[in-house]
């Protein structure tokens, strides 16, 4: 396992949304990570525009906290690269390490919180967690289920989502941006 600085209240946060880069990615069920991130950083007035570990991030104040949010561009199922680097240039312990993502396992538009936990199915937390060396971290997920019969899950996650379902799922972003909030302002995620 790597070694952290041990955490302590005010030190920085990490917020990390997953999904995929590129245009072609932008709307897709597995992009909900990043976009959720970003409706949290235009919340907050914090520009996601400097790049470096891997992917694009912007820092600013959560709650009076320091805050760097994340968006790997190392792809979903390599995500850990990017969160490592960050991680442990901003000597953040990974119980100050929050990740936001897409979940099939959970109903479209609801969201779900958790400090610690398995991948489940989910790659890019796959990554994370192997890179993190724990899996005791906060994590918000947002509901993308269930798939559809007759889908391939990867087919699923990469499809766009439906212009009937957007304002449903999108507004499940800010129910996430609010966990986000909480899990700052309490220091930990605790469970719901």
Not at 35 to 50: F, P
Not at 110 to 134: E, F, W
């Given at each position: ?13 990490i917020?990390?949304?997953l ?6 990615y ?18 907050h ?8 570990f ?16 994340l ?9 850990g ?6 991680a ?23 969201i779900?919180?958790?400090?610690k ?15 993190l060396g ?14 559809p019969?007759h ?17 449903e ?24």
């Amino acid at each position: 396992m790597l070694k952290f600085n041990s955490s302590k209240k005010g030190d920085t946060w990490i917020i990390a949304g997953l999904g995929n880069p590129g245009k072609e990615y932008a709307y897709t069920w597995h992009n909900m990570g990043y976009l959720a991130v970003e409706l949290l950083a235009e919340r907050h007035g914090i520009s996601i525009t400097k790049s470096k570990f891997d992917g694009r991030y912007g820092k600013g104040k959560i709650e009076g906290a320091d805050v760097i949010i994340l968006e790997p561009l190392t792809y979903m199922n390599n995500s850990g690269i990017s969160i490592i680097q960050a991680a442990k240039f901003f000597k953040a312990d990974p119980s100050h390490v929050i990740v936001v993502y897409d979940d099939i396992d959970i109903a479209r538009g609801k969201i779900r919180v958790r400090d610690k936990g398995s991948a489940g199915t989910h790659n890019g937390m796959k990554s994370v967690i192997a890179h993190l060396g724990t899996e005791e971290f906060p994590r918000v997920r947002i509901g993308t289920g269930p798939v559809p019969e007759h889908w391939d899950l990867v087919d699923y996650v990469l499809s766009e989502v439906p212009q009937d379902m957007r304002k449903e799922v999108f507004d499940s972003f800010g129910s996430a941006c609010d966990s986000v909030e909480k899990i700052i302002r309490d220091g930990k995620a605790g469970s719901k």
